[in-house]
C-alpha cells in the first residue's frame, strides 16, 4: 500500500473548497454525495455552479483570507493559478488541514480514489496517483460486479444487525449472514422485492437452524457466444455462483468466467447426442437449491426463447425455489448484427417473425407456410438447418419469391463464424455447400442481401463468378 486508506465521516466538519470553476464543483459534488456541506469561497464562481450547488453547499464569491481554513479537516484547492494555487496550499496545511490540490500532485496530502458508489457500499481505488486512468479501469470492472441494489440489501441488515446479534451466537451467526448476503434474501432484493427480502430475512432470524436457508437459481441467458455480450448481471450472476448448470451452446469463453471453486454441470448433448432429460435437469436445479447453494442454469441466447426457460421456471416454482430469469441476447439479434443483417428496415421489413425449424420426432416443422409466406417480411429460423430444404419449398409453393436474399450465419458472434449468403432458391444447396455443422439460423426476407461481416462466403457470387 502506498497511502492509507479511510473513510472519513463529513458530518458537521467543515470542508473548504478554495476555487469557482469545473474543478471546483468536481470536488464540491464528491463531498456533497458523501453527506458533507463544503463552504465554497473564490473571488468569481461561475453561475451554474452556484444554480447546483445552491442548498448543498455555502458559497462566498469574494477573496478567501486564512481565518477561513480554521478549524477545516479537508481543503481542496482547486485553482489555475500555480502560485496562488502553492500558496493556499501551503496557508490550508499550516491551518491543520489536509490537502488536496486538484492536478497537482506535489502539493497533495492526499489524493481522491476512483469511487464505486452503491450507498452505503463504497469502494474507493487508488495507484497512488501513479495511474489514475488504470483505477479507473477497474472501477469500470469493479461497477460490473456490484449489484445496483447492493444498497437496500445492506439497509435490510443494518436494520436487522442487532436482533441476529442478540438471538444468534457464532458461529451461526457467521452463516447468518454468509446466507443473507449470497442467498435468496439477497436475490430478492436486488430484483427490486424489498418486501419480500424483508420477509425472508425475518424468517430465517425466527428459525434458529439458519443452515436450513435455501439457495436460489438464476436462469440466465448467455448470449450468442461472445462474452462481451453478456448482460452485467448474466456476468455478475455467472461469478457469483456455487453451481452453474449449463448446455452445448455456452462457449468456453463464457465458462471460463465461471468462478473456479464453483461446481460445472453439463446438462446438454453429450457425445452419444443423448441430451439429460428435462425432468433430470430440473430435478438437480432444485436439489442443488434445496442445498443452499446459489445456482445458476446458463442457457444459449435467451432463456426464453426456444430455450424452455418457462418450463424450467415454472418446475423451481412449484417445488417452492426462490428462481429468476436473466435475459440474454437472443441468436437472432445477435447473428443478425454480427453478420450486418438489420431485422427490420424502413423500406424492406415492417415485421420479423422467429420461428423454429425444429419438430418432433425428425417430422416436418408444424408452421403455418400460407401465413409466414404472406407475412413478406424477415423470417428468422432457429434449429432449422436440416430441415432448411423443406423450409425453403414450402414458402416457395405459399408464394414466397425463389429470389428472395437468405443468409445462413453459423457460429454468430463467435471466432468461428460463418455467413453463407445467397437466396431462398438455394438454401438447401447452400447448406450442404458450405458444411454447416455448428449451430446456425436463417435469415430470409429483403434484408438478408445485406448480410456481410466476418466469415463471408457469398455463394450467389461464387455462382456467378463460375458462370
Ligand atoms: N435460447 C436460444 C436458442 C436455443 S435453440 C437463443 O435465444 O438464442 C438453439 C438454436 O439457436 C440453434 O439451433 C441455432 O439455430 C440458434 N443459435 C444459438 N446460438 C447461435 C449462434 N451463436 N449462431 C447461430 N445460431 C445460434
Redesign the pocket.
Known amino acids: 500500500m502506498d497511502r492509507f486508506p479511510a473513510f472519513i465521516s463529513l458530518a458537521d466538519r467543515r470542508v473548504v473548497i478554495l476555487g469557482g470553476g469545473d474543478a471546483a464543483l468536481g470536488k464540491a459534488r464528491l463531498v456533497v454525495a458523501a453527506g458533507g456541506a463544503p463552504i465554497l469561497i473564490w473571488p468569481e464562481v461561475a453561475e451554474s455552479i452556484r444554480v447546483e450547488l445552491s442548498g448543498a453547499a455555502t458559497i462566498i464569491e469574494g477573496a478567501p483570507t486564512r481565518a477561513d481554513l480554521t478549524g477545516a479537516v479537508i481543503v481542496f484547492v482547486a485553482v489555475d493559478d500555480d502560485g496562488l494555487a502553492a500558496e493556499w496550499a501551503a496557508a490550508a496545511k499550516t491551518a491543520g488541514a489536509l490537502v488536496n490540490a486538484v492536478d497537482r500532485p506535489e502539493l497533495c496530502d492526499f489524493t481522491t480514489p476512483s469511487i464505486v458508489d452503491r450507498g452505503r457500499l463504497t469502494i474507493a481505488i487508488s495507484t497512488g496517483g501513479a495511474g489514475p486512468a488504470f483505477a479507473k479501469a477497474i472501477r469500470e470492472k469493479i461497477e460490473a460486479l456490484v449489484p445496483a441494489r447492493a444498497d437496500a440489501l445492506l439497509a435490510l441488515a443494518a436494520r436487522y444487525r442487532e436482533s441476529v446479534k442478540a438471538k444468534i451466537a457464532p458461529p451461526a451467526r457467521r452463516r447468518f449472514w454468509e446466507n443473507f448476503f449470497r442467498g435468496p434474501v439477497a436475490a430478492r432484493a436486488y430484483a427490486g422485492d424489498e418486501a419480500g427480502a424483508n420477509e425472508l430475512a425475518i424468517a430465517a432470524l425466527n428459525d434458529p437452524d439458519t443452515d436450513k436457508m435455501d439457495g436460489v437459481v438464476h436462469i440466465v441467458?448467455a448470449?450468442?457466444?461472445d462474452p462481451e455480450l453478456l448482460t452485467l448481471k448474466a456476468l455478475r450472476l455467472i461469478q457469483d455462483a456455487d453451481v452453474v448448470l449449463y448446455d452445448r451452446?455456452v462457449g468456453d469463453d463464457i465458462l471460463s468466467l465461471i468462478r473456479r471453486d464453483a461446481e460445472r454441470v453439463f446438462v446438454g448433448k453429450a457425445k452419444a447426442n443423448h441430451a439429460v432429460p428435462q425432468e433430470e435437469i430440473e430435478r438437480r436445479m432444485i436439489g442443488f437449491a434445496r442445498e443452499g447453494k446459489t445456482v445458476v442454469r446458463l442457457?444459449?441466447?435467451?432463456?426464453?426463447?426456444?430455450?424452455r426457460?418457462g418450463e424450467e421456471l415454472e418446475a423451481l416454482k412449484a417445488a417452492g425455489v426462490d428462481a429468476y430469469v436473466t435475459p440474454?441476447?437472443?441468436?437472432?439479434t445477435?447473428?443478425a448484427a454480427a453478420a450486418g443483417i438489420p431485422l427490420t428496415h424502413r423500406d424492406e421489413a415492417q415485421a420479423v417473425t422467429f420461428v423454429?425449424?425444429?419438430a418432433k420426432d425428425d417430422a416436418e416443422p408444424d408452421l403455418d407456410w400460407g401465413a409466414l409466406a404472406a407475412l413478406k417480411n424477415t423470417l428468422v429460423?432457429?434449429?432449422?438447418?436440416s430441415k432448411a430444404g423443406v423450409i425453403a419449398a414450402r414458402l416457395i409453393a405459399h408464394g414466397r419469391a425463389v429470389e428472395t436474399p437468405a443468409a445462413i450465419?453459423?457460429?454468430?458472434?463467435?471466432s468461428e463464424?460463418r455467413i453463407v449468403k445467397g437466396t431462398l432458391g438455394n438454401l438447401g444447396v447452400m447448406i450442404d455447400a458450405a458444411g454447416v455443422k455448428?449451430?446456425?439460423?436463417?435469415i430470409i426476407g429483403e434484408v438478408a442481401a445485406r448480410a456481410d461481416g466476418a466469415g463471408l462466403v457469398d455463394i450467389a457470387a461464387q455462382a456467378r463468378r463460375a458462370a
Open positions: 441467458g448470449g450468442p457466444g451452446l442457457k444459449g441466447g435467451d432463456p426464453y426463447v426456444f430455450g426457460g440474454g441476447i437472443t441468436a437472432a445477435g447473428c423454429t425449424g425444429h429460423v432457429y434449429m432449422g438447418v450465419i453459423e457460429n454468430g458472434a463467435r463464424q455448428g449451430p446456425a439460423i436463417l
